[in-house]
């Protein structure tokens, strides 16, 4: 099958992310015009445009206000959503955005006739799940196909990358504790993911007319368990005396109800959960490689990070 053109222009909620960034970069790169809607135009961390000017534009738009989402994204050729919440916060909750963010966003792309939707969720998501988050991304991936049947819908594994929140957060950690403690034994299983190729991903992705309607999980060439990724962190580090200790997914739980009342909690009750199941490729689901994208090593970005 011919590709499709390339979109004239794509509309990025989410674009100040760190996923989000990163995809505003691949566009531009490819001379795409880019518009970054967020919250914030005026602040917001939007990347620098590299070639000529005026590739990327900041407009405001909060995907729980449709009349927002629908100004963002007129005149687009697609549209990416690729907000994310972690934490939630008075009304900013996992409900409004990811679900009915989620939807007013495939809404107005339906009622727009945008060309292309690429939605971002996450692998693991789960009607069923003991957490809030998980549920309501699975609700928010059921919720897009509803409004806009043939959008894409992207399910990453953990992100890394020389700028994340993960890998940054273990090694700042392992740098000031003689302890790491362990979810559980260490033993769940992360097929952590560059977050350039979920970027490059997208870009074929909305030249592949086949992927339309389609789901797609996307994670590393390998699977780690935690303790194998912290050990390799150790070995960059160079300091391999540090006891790892095994602590029980209770006592996590525990930990994460404390930390509930703080501002910014640095550990939630969605996190302990995703970490006591693996989250890893489903065997028979489509891939990178259905993209033509080979996955990066985590190796090889390592030496990039601030140890
Ligand atoms: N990071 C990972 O390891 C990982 C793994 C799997 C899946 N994912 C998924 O990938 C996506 C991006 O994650 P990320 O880690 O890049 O997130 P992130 O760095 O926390 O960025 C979140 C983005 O969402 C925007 N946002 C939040 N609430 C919004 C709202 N109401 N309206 C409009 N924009 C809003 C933020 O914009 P403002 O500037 O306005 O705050 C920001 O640009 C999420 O769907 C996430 O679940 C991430």
């Known amino acids: ?7 004239g222009c794509v509309a990025v909620f989410g674009g100040s992310g760190f996923l989000g960034r990163a995809i505003v970069e691949s566009l531009v790169a490819e001379g795409i015009t880019v518009r970054v809607a967020v919250r914030s135009p005026g602040n917001a961390k939007i990347p620098e445009p590299p070639g000529p000017a005026g590739k990327i534009e900041a407009i405001y ?11 963002a994204i007129n005149g687009c050729d697609a549209v990416i959503n690729a907000v994310g919440l972690y934490v939630e916060r008075g009304t900013e909750t996992f409900e409004a955005v ?36 998980v549920r309501a991304r699975a609700r928010g991936e059921l919720l897009v196909r509803d409004v806009f049947s043939r959008a894409t819908i992207f399910c990453p594994s953990v992100l890394f990358g020389p700028d994340d929140k993960f890998l940054n957060t273990l090694i700042k950690i392992i740098r000031r504790s003689p302890v790491f403690p362990l979810f559980g034994t260490g033993g769940t299983k992360l097929q952590a993911v560059y977050v350039g190729d979920v970027a490059q991903a997208t870009l074929r992705a909305l030249r592949k007319p086949a992927s339309r309607g389609k789901t797609y999980e996307l994670g590393g060439p390998r699977a780690y368990t935690y303790r194998e990724l912290i050990e390799l962190i150790l070995s960059r580090i160079n300091k391999r005396r540090r006891l790892l200790l095994p602590l ?13 009342v703080l501002p910014a909690p640095p550990l939630t009750r969605d996190q302990v959960t995703l970490m006591k199941s693996d989250n890893v490729v489903a065997e028979n689901s489509l891939t990178f490689k259905d993209l033509g994208v080979k996955a990066t090593a985590l190796e090889k970005i390592l030496p990039e990070y601030s140890f």
């Open 248 to 260: 029980p997914f209770f006592a996590w739980d525990f930990l994460a109800a404390m930390a509930s």
């Open 1 to 7: 099958m011919a590709a499709d053109p390339k979109p």
């Open 61 to 71: 738009a909060d995907v729980r206000d449709e009349t927002s989402v629908a100004c």
């Open 98 to 133: 990811h679900e009915r963010g989620a939807l007013n966003v495939a809404h107005q792309c339906a009622a727009q006739d945008i060309r292309r939707l690429i939605h971002i969720s996450g692998i693991g998501a789960d009607l069923n799940s003991e957490s809030s988050y």
